[in-house]
């Protein structure tokens, strides 16, 4: 029988266990700890005991304890003396969300008005479709030079996807085939001029121990998705790409991989030669199991 065990979850007492440790940190294991580390920690206490307080509050009204910015508050009196910068994003995160708590906690109204994404039109939707839809798997390229300002436009929509409990975990390698001839090779298909190679920090979810295998996988997943259809946004074709065992050995000992840095997967992009004809896709109506 298929048993599938990126499923598994932790029991009941194994959570409690990594809960109860998690808040029993000292201020000495904090000041002591990495520094991505403590900045994950940072990222993903503040979603989970205050951000998703301070807008439940501020949309479905109630109280917000005066106590519920306590704990990040901290963190970031802690922050502080570990000297970091306060122009780093998990402090003007935190920060953010720790005013506007003691906003909601005085019963003064909070609107976030200023944050709402732009309107999107029937124009933008239709692009979005568009591209969505005629995105291919190209595995052909012109020699044409990717200038790094594509490659960085489109990495960073990489890590604007979607990511369990914020603790940004994506981290990339550029290699440049021309500069690295013969390190990709194995792969089943040609390779691109230009390999985006998908990493995971493993010490990000050091912060949130209770991540199953399959959340941090599709943490990577969600990445590669925005990668593949940005790369296709801004004039580029790609297809993404599986390392065999082979490939991840010499990835790791060429770059001196340390343990905590996994590697999940990469995307070839370039210019493309090749127009493909579509995969056809089942209708949705055929993909939908139930609908309640």
Aim: with cysteine.
């Amino acid at each position: 029988m298929f048993r599938d065990t990126s499923m598994d979850y932790l029991s009941k007492e194994e959570a409690r266990e990594i809960w109860d440790k998690n808040m029993r940190l000292t201020d000495e294991e904090f000041l002591a700890m990495d520094e991505v580390e403590f900045r994950a920690r940072v990222r993903e206490r503040s979603h989970h005991t205050l951000e998703i307080q301070v807008y439940a509050t501020a949309y479905r009204g109630g109280t917000l304890r005066p106590q519920q910015a306590d704990y990040t508050k901290h963190l970031l009196e802690l922050w502080v003396k570990r000297g970091l910068s306060t122009d780093l994003p998990e402090y003007r995160y935190a920060s953010f969300l720790v005013n506007a708590a003691d906003r909601l906690a005085k019963g003064e109204k909070v609107s976030f008005d200023e944050f709402k994404p732009t309107p999107v039109t029937p124009e933008m939707e239709k692009a979005f479709f568009t591209i969505v839809k005629e995105r291919r798997s190209v595995r052909e390229f012109t020699d044409q030079e990717v200038p790094d300002e594509l490659i960085d436009k489109v990495l960073e929509a990489g890590i604007w996807a979607a990511h369990g409990c914020n603790v940004q975990s994506i981290r990339y390698i550029v290699v440049r085939d021309k500069n690295e001839p013969g390190l990709f090779r194995g792969s089943d298909v040609p390779g691109g001029p230009v390999h985006l190679v998908i990493l995971q920090d493993m010490r990000c979810y050091r912060a949130n121990s209770f991540t199953p295998v399959r959340n941090q996988l599709l943490d990577a997943g969600a990445a590669g998705q925005n990668i593949v259809l940005a790369a296709h946004a801004v004039g580029l074709e790609g297809v993404w790409l599986t390392f065999s065992e082979e490939m991840c050995k010499r990835l790791k000992e060429r770059f001196q991989l340390p343990d905590y840095i996994r590697l999940v997967t990469y995307v070839d992009v370039g210019y493309g030669d090749q127009t493909p004809y579509a995969p056809q896709r089942w209708d949705v109506k055929d993909t939908i199991l139930g609908r309640y």
